[in-house]
């Protein structure tokens, strides 16, 4: 007995389907709890014959399905509506119609994916290797013959007995399946192929994550260089499809660029019809516009003008602070201080050209600033100008305990 | 084999409930397998010059379109004959054609399993491998359409430096979801169908290396009863996943044309209309490829006559079907009042691409109807022609839609006269290279036939014949 392998399983072969069903109610009646059939099709009636259960693949199915619908909602919702909110012609940010065929199809990938690996999985596949296919007859089981296989762990089960029942039921062959299975482990190399491979995979994945969370000062790097560096002409280029071989085309003789058109010349220039400054703004004066030239004013002059206009921005300070080092001393002209008397008794014209056209170091910002809101700017100085100017009486009288603290 | 069909025909004549057998010669579960495990087993004896000869030509053909491929992303789109107005030219034609063939695979192991056609055993394995090399030569098309292919992942929601996501309101977008969806779950249907026989290929091997891999893909499948049980019950819910989607994909594909605004795409009619011309164009391609292998590997007793015989009336009625969405068309333009909708349907049949549009009518709408006579039913050369030109056909019908409508919208300041270039023409010819050299090897390695699935069948017919016999 000790070269003997260990039997495993009976298995009897069988001719017919027909055969097959009958022999299975036989073992079925027999009480055996721990066998199955093999056949190269799925017999109509085994599953009455053998007592197999209803499977509850539908339900695991119906779980992914669900989880694809609430993927693709959540998805949809979350980029278009949410994240990265786009509107496109006026149309809802998130509605149920346009939102349904990527619904539907993710339910189906959802349901369908988990179908074939849930009925794998329910069934222990894959497995590579069966003590069955140790039995060269069982070849035939996917071909042409039918089998059944009665497993030695079952609590019934009796050499002898067992085999004579498989005899009873018609069986043309009955064998026995050794245990050979030491032989059937995958080979070292394979396994350890597998192992290494696996984690060569992550390595390239390592190096995207290392570089998404670290911050570096060399550029980027690009694979691609197409959209970054494209083959157009630039300004003042030379081109060869003009005869004035210009790349920036010029206006058209007699024409005006869109939204060129300045004719308004107090809106403009700050000007009235005698070509003085004007000395209030061309237009009415409201909260918003005041809010508007705080906001803008925040953008553009507090660099230098600082947040309540008296010439003490972040440019200035830090001018300042380097103004005792080499080379500095003597060359920094600070930026005025505009709630200065004489600032605020210049007329709304004049400062309006002075955003517009700068004046001495200031650059102009007629080209960052468009007319509307360089008015609002001025509205907002005058504002800096009055609170530079303010005394505890012009408080209202309930705030004032507030402001003493 | 033709002479046992003709005598059962003459019975079904007279027995209306009688019908000719699905598995013809005296077949066994044995012969089925020598049959058609044969098919890929006999190139181990005798290599088949015949298929030595088409894949090596399959394979230049494909490798001429890598390298057209390649020199159009070396060089950019303006290869192509795409111009203003009509930027969206061959690749989309062909994307349309391709998706459109690839229906009729889904659609035989899907809608006709559920409806308990049992036929479909014949052809099913065959239909699927079609439809997922079918979705593989349109996938390519809208890829290297976009012009900087490396930028293709812009179509997917993945988190990028842009902080930027797709337009989840965009048709095209879920085109992208339907055609990659379909992809997904044809290839499962597909490999799940294969397991049963993949492990009959395993159990008939001889060499180490094919028990191996056989081995490898069939995942150990021992044909156990408690595993067939699990496995119909998948089938089944694959199946009916796989009907509506089937019918989705490319009511999907026609939204990317009816969702927009322009004369001649914006129309209902346009879902259904592409899905009957999908199912009709890929009916059409698996009788086209079908009835060379089923003579030259002698299968003629697995995929009889009756089966060429059923597909050729769904042609029929699909084809028909297509007929009467070109008729409607014409009338809703008609009854709409809509100027704009009417010339674009006048221009289409008697404008510059008059010669295309009668084409299309021809091949699509005259041809099939030869199918109402039984002559020309049992005539496999002439069903072989007719399924060519059907082909034909509904490329064209792709490129009257597509082309007609952009040349001439509602500005004739901006209509233009569409002309392909040599590149646009050996773009289409190589995807056919990567079809064909995907479909040669599917028949060197694969069970080109579900086997068990005709076992079952053969059962069937056996135990019916049983039947009978003992009532007269």
Known sequence: MDNQPETLSLLAEYETAEELLAAAERVRDGGYKKWDTHSPFPVHGIDDAMGIKPTILPWIVLMAAAAGTVTALGLQWFTNAYDYPFKVSGKPLFAWVPAFPVTFELTVLFAG????????????????????????????????????????????????????????????????VPD????????TWMWQTAVVGVFVTFVPLGLIVKARFNITDKPAVHILTDMDYQA?????????????????????????????????????????????????????????????????????????????????????????????????????????????????????????????????????????????????????????????????????????????? | MSSQYDIQVVQAEEDPTFRPDLVMGGSTYKSIDDDVAGVAEG????????????????????????????????????????????????????FVFWV????????????????????????????????????????????????????????????????????????????????????TVSLLFWYMGLIPDLATFRDRSRTKLRKFLYGAFSMGWTGSSRHWHRYEKAYLILAGLATPLVLSVHTVVSFDFAVSQLPGWHTTIFPPYFVAGAIFSGFAMV??????????????????????????????????????????????????????????????????????????????????????????????????????????????ERFVITITSLSRDFLPGSWGYFSPTLFDALTLLGSFGLFFTLFLLFIRFLPIIAMAEIKMILHKQNTTKEHQGGHH
């Open chain 2, 287 to 396: 009788l086209t490829l079908i009835i060379p292998v089923r003579s030259i590997f002698k299968l003629e007793h697995i995929v009889t006559l009756r089966h060429i015989d059923v597909m050729t009336k769904i042609i029929l009625a699909t084809g028909s079907m297509v007929g009467y969405a070109y008729a409607l068309e014409f009338f809703i333009a008609w009854y709409s009042g809509n100027p704009y909708e009417q010339f674009a349907f006048t221009n289409r049949a008697f404008g510059p691409y008059a010669w295309a549009y009668w084409i299309m009518v021809s091949c699509n709408v005259i041809s099939p109807q030869l199918f109402w006579f039984k002559k020309i039913r049992h005539n496999i050369a002439a069903i072989w022609v007719i399924t060519i030109f059907v082909n034909i056909g509904m490329w064209f």
């Open chain 1, 232 to 405: 157009s002409y630039r300004y003042g280029e030379h081109v060869p499809l003009f005869a004035d071989g210009r790349a920036m085309r010029p206006q058209v003789d007699g024409t005006v660029a869109r939204g060129d058109l300045q004719a308004d010349d107090a809106m403009h220039l700050g000007i009235d019809d005698q070509g003085l400054p004007l000395a209030t703004l061309p237009m009415e004066v409201t909260p918003e516009l005041m809010a508007r030239g705080q906001e803008r004013y925040d953008i553009f002059c507090t660099p230098c003008h600082g947040e309540l206009g008296l010439g003490d921005g972040m440019v200035a300070r830090r001018a300042a602070a380097n103004r005792g080092e080499a080379g500095m001393a003597g060359q920094w002209i600070a930026p005025t201080n505009i709630t200065d008397s004489v600032i605020a008794g210049q007329a709304d014209g004049e400062l309006y050209s002075v955003i517009k056209n700068g004046i001495r170091t200031m650059p102009a910002y007629g080209d960052q600033i468009p007319a509307a809101d360089r008015w609002a700017i001025v509205l907002y100085m005058r504002a800096l100008q009055r609170a530079a100017t303010s005394t505890m009486a012009d408080v209202p009288a309930d705030q004032r305990g507030a402001l003493n603290q």
């Open chain 1, 113 to 176: 994916i988990t179908t074939l690996l849930g009925m794998l999985a329910l069934n222990r596949l894959p497995r590579l290797h069966n003590p069955l296919f140790d039995v060269p007859r069982f070849d035939r089981a996917t071909q042409d013959r039918f089998f059944l296989s009665l497993d030695a762990t079952d609590p019934l089960y009796n050499e002898s007995s067992a085999k004579a029942l498989l005899a009873g039921s018609g069986a043309h062959a009955i064998e026995e």
């Open chain 1, 180 to 187: 050979l299975g030491a032989d059937h482990k995958l080979p």
């Open chain 2, 43 to 94: 190139f181990l004896e005798k290599p088949s010059l015949v298929w030595y000869a088409m894949f090596g030509l399959s394979v230049s053909v494909l490798g001429m379109l890598g390298a057209v491929v390649a020199y159009l992303l070396y060089t950019g789109v303006g290869i192509w004959g795409n111009q203003s107005p009509v930027f969206w030219g061959w690749p989309i034609v062909n």
């Open chain 2, 100 to 183: 459109g063939i690839a229906h009729a695979g889904t659609l035989i192991s899907a809608i006709l399993f559920l409806l308990k056609q049992d036929w479909r055993t014949g052809i099913n394995r065959f239909a699927e491998a079609m439809t997922i090399f079918a979705v593989c030569c349109a996938g390519l098309f809208p890829a290297i359409h976009v012009g900087r292919v490396w930028f293709v992942y812009f179509l997917f929601p993945i988190p990028n430096q842009m902080d930027l996501w797709p337009q989840f309101r965009s048709p095209l977008l879920w085109d992208v979801f339907a055609v990659s969806t379909y992809a």
